[in-house]
């Protein structure tokens, strides 16, 4: 059973386009997150939500638009797709409470590699 | 601010011989302090993490890691490395600044293990 799922897993488009990644994770957690990898391997946060709801904004241009229908999802919309863009995009979960929390790890999906052309 | 330094791009190890792969950390507060490993176009697997307790903590795949408070360091370590451990290996720490009900990681710039046989 596969934890946190990402589709699709490639996505090559042009510039200008409109995109969407797909996350579920099956693990009953309350949070869930969207990092980016740049070229260099750079790690680093975008969006965070708690039970629907937006918690962390880490100054993402407002192209990207998170929707979480429930909290088992957390999708990725793109708009207007720049060449910079062009990143693996990762999605993760946590469970929620301050103990648990604390105690646990993060659980990352399989990556989305976008390149925009 | 939270952060984590690796200062080694790339590590190079001969099977069978003990690797390190290090970290640095600088906290305000306890740290939480994670490391996953990245295999070649796949996710983000965790590897063991450090809450509270004994120094030395032993997660997956045979790695561990000694958490040492006065060095600020959490290398990670692997007593005979084997080839199938090259990989892309991130050490991060968690984020304790906000109050709010979630929480992020911030992961170091990775550093490559290379095992030759």
């Known amino acids: 059973d596969t934890a946190v799922s990402q589709t699709p897993k490639y996505l090559v488009t042009q510039m200008g386009n409109d995109k969407s990644i797909k996350c579920e994770q099956n693990?009953?957690?309350?949070?869930m997150y969207w990092y980016k990898q740049d070229s260099k391997k750079f790690l680093k946060i975008m969006f965070s939500?708690?039970?629907?709801?937006?918690?962390i904004n880490e100054t993402v241009p407002n192209r990207f638009s998170p929707k979480s229908p429930d909290k088992a999802h957390l999708n990725l919309h793109i708009n207007s797709l720049e060449l910079g863009d062009s990143a693996v995009y990762f999605c993760?979960?946590?469970?929620?409470?301050?103990?648990?929390?604390?105690?646990?790890?993060?659980?990352f999906g399989q990556g989305t590699r976008l390149t925009v052309v | 601010a939270q952060s984590v330094a690796q200062p080694e791009d790339q590590v190079n190890v001969a099977e069978g011989n003990p690797l390190t792969v290090k970290c640095t950390y600088s906290?305000?507060?306890?740290?939480?302090l994670f490391w996953y490993v990245q295999y070649p176009n796949r996710g983000l697997q965790f590897l063991l993490k450090?809450?509270?307790?004994?120094?030395l903590v032993k997660g997956s795949y045979g790695f561990e890691a000694e958490f040492n408070k006065s060095q600020t360091s959490f290398h990670l370590k692997k007593p005979s490395a084997l080839v199938s451990d090259s990989a892309l290996y991130f050490c991060?720490?968690?984020?304790?600044?906000?109050?709010?009900?979630?929480?992020?990681?911030?992961f170091g710039s990775g550093t490559r293990l290379l095992v030759r046989p």
């Open positions: 991060a720490v968690r984020d304790e600044t906000r109050m709010d009900s979630s929480y992020k990681l911030i």
């Open positions: 450090y809450i509270t307790g004994d120094n």
């Open positions: 693990l009953g957690h309350d949070t």
């Open positions: 906290v305000s507060g306890n740290p939480y």
């Open positions: 993760a979960s946590s469970p929620e409470g301050t103990i648990t929390r604390r105690n646990t790890e993060a659980f």
């Open positions: 939500y708690n039970n629907k709801e937006l918690i």
